[in-house]
């Protein structure tokens, strides 16, 4: 069985960082993109950062560079994100999600991926 769990939400004060990690289990995703989307409460679900398995083949929402940085460990099946200077608007359920492995695009449509774990929510309290 497939899965994909977050871990390291949580409530932090604005200025403040946080690494958010995913553990893949169930089969290898050192192929395949990976990424991670974000849904505030009322929101659509938006892209946040990607993957692919080369090195530094990385890709970010724009209003994020800077602050965010998106990494992965193929060997040990995880993915993290680094995220810096959080900001009240940052606010979220995070997930992490990865495409097929026959896919090897980086898009920012959350539809194009198929594999999801069940988000780690982040709060921000200015």
């Known amino acids: 069985q497939v899965q994909l769990v977050e871990s390291g939400g949580g409530l932090v004060q604005a200025g403040d960082s946080l690494r958010l990690s995913c553990a893949a289990s169930?089969?290898?995703?050192?192929?395949?993109?990976m990424g991670w989307f974000r849904q505030a409460p009322g929101k659509e679900r938006e892209f946040v950062a990607a993957s692919r398995w080369t090195p530094g083949s990385l890709y970010y929402a724009d209003s994020l560079k800077g602050r965010f940085t998106i990494s992965r460990n193929n060997a040990k099946n995880t993915l993290n994100l680094q995220m810096n200077s959080l900001k009240s608007e940052d606010t979220a359920v995070y997930y992490c999600?990865?495409?097929?492995?026959?896919?090897?695009?980086?898009?920012?449509?959350?539809?194009?991926?198929?594999?999801w774990g069940q988000g780690t929510p982040v709060t921000v309290s200015s």
């Open positions: 169930g089969r290898t995703f050192s192929r395949n993109i």
């Open positions: 999600a990865a495409r097929s492995e026959s896919r090897t695009v980086i898009t920012t449509r959350w539809r194009d991926y198929a594999y």
